[in-house]
């Protein structure tokens, strides 16, 4: 078992950015150091993790020094250019180990706001500058401390930008480093821990490490794009792109991790008058994880009919559901106005966005114990295709399709229901037990021998899992409307 020497201090900090973006941008767990300065040393005989980790910190578990010159301290991209004062006259670098940062926030911005003003300074287009209270470890081995000329080491700001005093918070306010000689002086300062320069056999084999591993992040990267549906593209003049998660802003970083992040989507298609749209939206991981509970209450059905069970279902989902499509429902509202859709039309760009989205199947179970139900099933996974498993009631609510973009047939029926009528167009969900498949039921009117009349008004169905399927078109092997049941309608 690793012993540790604890130290507290005050700390800087420098962190890159790019240009344009600020420390609101990021959490700072998404910011790596490029480099601290610590002053005031002090040792603790030990540290209570309970009384660091709480409110206003930061919380890194290891943040490693460059220690090599040369090719290889350009291969530590991850690395931090470290200094610690011991004195006036001696100073080291070392691995930080188990690091909290803190006193680096503020007041809230405004009473009862969640937003913390930052204590931060851009002092470039490329870096921003943290100060506040450090607490560390570092491994028992006594510290071998350099001496050097600590003066020459870290070069202080030119006269005509003196000391600011204490900032808020009772931190001694450290004279700012020049920034464009920060790194290669602090790197002049001798690293003791590692030795001398590794071999050239060494050299290789660092390097060939660092490729595989390169290699498997990368390979990673793209399964997980695949597995999450991000990044999808469709050849026939559609597109979808989906980003990396992003803090949300109204997230208060003091609260309890975990914090809310926010995924952008785009979606482009077309619809069968080619008129084009672009839907532009956000959906939240909370809000993901809070429809995602809805589930539960549906993991032992309690009810002999099978509708039942799905009206109660479907119903459930597009309820708790309706309010988090707003922006989305506002989008198609004004795309309708803009373009001056009459009611098949409105319906049928909502029915050309989803049939834009790529199908997924969505099951109960693993993929071996849904493989071994149906011979659709067994068939659709031993072509490779994607599916998302361990699903309550296998199919996903309306935010969580929009969500992660995953879907299969009543998954998008429900979508398309929540949508319609919310858009005052009536709707409902169609499920068959003979075809094992659900469709959406659009009430514009009857069409030839495909509908079924609902409290008066007939409802046409319509194919969502494939694009090209206008209201009234289904697949001709689905055409029994007698095979049919309606599970949710709304007039």
């Given amino acids: 078992m690793t012993e540790y020497r604890h130290f507290t201090g005050d700390y800087r900090a420098w962190f890159r950015i790019s240009a344009g973006e600020s420390v609101h941008t990021h959490s700072f767990q998404e910011l790596i150091p490029d480099a601290i300065e610590i002053r005031n040393l002090r040792p603790l005989d030990s540290r209570m993790a309970e009384t660091e980790r709480v409110g206003d910190y930061v919380y890194f578990p290891l943040i490693r020094a460059k220690k090599k010159p040369g090719l290889v301290r350009r291969l530590q991209s991850g690395a931090t250019d470290i200094v610690i004062l011991a004195d006036e006259n001696r100073a080291f670098s070392e691995d930080l180990e188990h690091v909290v940062l803190s006193g680096h926030s503020g007041d809230r911005t405004a009473p009862g706001s969640q937003i913390r003003k930052t204590r931060f300074k851009k002092i470039s287009p490329d870096f921003i500058q943290l100060a506040g209270r450090i607490a ?42 020049v920034l464009n000689t920060v790194t290669d002086r602090i790197s002049s300062i001798p690293r003791q821990a590692g030795g001398c320069f590794l071999s050239l056999l060494q050299l290789f084999k660092w390097a060939l490490y660092l490729m595989m591993v390169l290699f498997i992040l990368g390979w990673l990267g793209v399964w997980l794009r695949q597995r999450e549906g991000g990044g999808l593209t469709d050849t026939g003049g559609g597109q979808i792109e989906t980003g990396k998660p992003r803090l949300n802003p109204e997230q208060d970083t003091l609260a309890p991790m975990p914090w809310d992040y926010l995924t952008d989507h785009k979606i482009e298609w077309n619809d069968f008058i080619r008129n084009a749209f672009l839907a532009r939206y956000s959906t939240s991981s909370k809000q993901f994880e809070a429809s995602g509970r809805m589930h539960r209450a549906f993991a032992n059905p309690q009810v002999s009919e099978a509708m039942v069970y799905w009206n109660a279902v479907y119903s459930e989902f597009s309820r708790q559901d309706m309010p988090k499509l707003d922006s989305l429902v506002q989008f198609f509202q004004s795309e309708q106005k803009a373009k001056n859709l009459n009611a098949l039309q409105t319906a049928e760009m909502v029915i050309t966005f989803i049939q834009e989205i790529p199908y997924c199947l969505v099951h109960e179970g693993t993929c071996s114990e849904a493989a071994s139900q149906a011979p659709f099933i067994r068939e659709y996974h031993a072509s490779g295709k994607p599916c998302l498993p361990n699903i309550i009631t296998g199919l996903q609510s309306p935010y969580e399709f929009l969500h992660n973009l995953k879907g299969d047939c009543d998954t998008r029926s429900l979508l398309g229901f929540s949508i319609l009528t919310r858009l005052g167009i009536p709707a409902s969900v169609w499920v068959s037990e003979a075809y094992g498949h659900s469709v959406l039921g659009v009430g514009l009117g009857r069409n030839g021998t495909h509908f079924k009349t609902l409290g008066g008004i007939p409802h046409l169905p319509v194919e969502l899992t494939a694009k090209g399927f206008r209201a009234g078109m289904i697949s001709p092997e689905h055409g029994d409307m007698n095979n049919w049941e309606i599970a949710l309608f709304k007039n």
């Fill in 136 to 177: 560390f470890s570092v491994p028992a081995e006594p510290l071998k401390v350099a001496q050097t000329a600590v003066a020459d080491a870290v070069t202080v700001v030119a006269p005509e930008l003196p000391v600011s005093g204490t900032p808020a918070g009772g931190i001694q306010q450290i004279p700012d480093l």
